[in-house]
């Protein structure tokens, strides 16, 4: 089975742009599609992008996922950051069997 | 209104078998494409996948841990059962259920609250 590799941190201030990246170790990025979900402290994750790209219901367009083949990763940029952005970033996908892939997680922290 | 439940002990001892229960509302294990997964999150780790089964029955499992893993539904109750036996102290963690939605896509739309187990003697 493959993994995926996430930085373990990113950071930025309000109104900036950040971009948190999740790597496919073996496999192509996209034989599968890829998920993003968002755990605040003390909370259960929430789903934010689904198939690659689309954002779930009610998440705001400062949210936005992309997949590069060139580097094998698929990445989830936050435009306008605000404060309530602050969470645990985790990045899922699955394999031809069907057997499903959690990334380790990044912390996003607003300065 | 989808409402997801973990229930199951919170202490377990090395060795034993622990058994988690998933009760869910708002939703149908026979609606076609529909599933119930487990999820675990060790005390400041990452999440890890367990297991997920379907509508249809069709069932998988992390291929590290399918050897301990067993997944059940029992659609008339609308609940999903894991089973994970031989525990040790690293299986502690906060276990979550989660939906899988009808419309076909691979990712969890729904969470429960989770239930923290901890394997300790």
């Known amino acids: 089975n493959f993994m995926l590799t996430q930085p373990h941190s990113v950071s930025g201030s309000p109104g900036e742009t950040v971009t948190i990246s999740c790597t496919r170790s073996s496999g192509f990025i996209t034989s599968s599609y890829v998920q993003w979900y968002r755990q605040r402290p003390g909370s259960s994750p929430t789903i934010v992008i689904y198939e690659d790209n689309q954002r779930f219901s009610g998440v705001p367009d400062r949210f936005s996922g992309s997949i590069d083949s060139s580097s094998n990763s698929a990445s989830l940029t936050i435009s306008g950051l605000q404060p309530e952005d602050e969470a645990d970033y985790y990045c899922?996908?699955?394999?031809?069997?069907?057997?499903?892939?959690f990334g380790g997680g990044t912390k996003l922290t607003v300065l | 209104q989808i409402t997801l439940k973990e229930s199951g002990p919170t202490l377990v001892k090395p060795t034993q078998t622990l058994t988690l229960t998933c009760s869910f509302s708002?939703?149908?294990?026979?609606?076609?494409?529909?599933?119930v997964g487990w999820i675990r999150q060790p005390p400041g780790k990452a999440l890890e996948w367990l297991a997920l089964?379907?509508?249809?029955?069709?069932?998988t499992y992390s291929p590290s841990l399918k050897s301990r893993l067993t997944i059940t539904k029992d659609t008339s109750k609308n609940q999903v059962v894991l089973t994970l036996t031989n525990m040790d102290p690293v299986d502690t963690a906060t276990y979550y259920c989660?939906?899988?939605?009808?419309?076909?896509?691979?990712?969890?739309?729904?969470w429960g609250q989770g239930t923290l187990v901890t394997v300790s003697s």
């Open positions: 899922q996908s699955y394999d031809s069997s069907n057997r499903w892939v």
């Open positions: 089964i379907y509508w249809d029955d069709d069932k």
């Open positions: 708002g939703f149908s294990l026979t609606t076609p494409r529909v599933g």
């Open positions: 989660a939906r899988r939605p009808p419309t076909g896509t691979l990712h969890f739309d729904s």
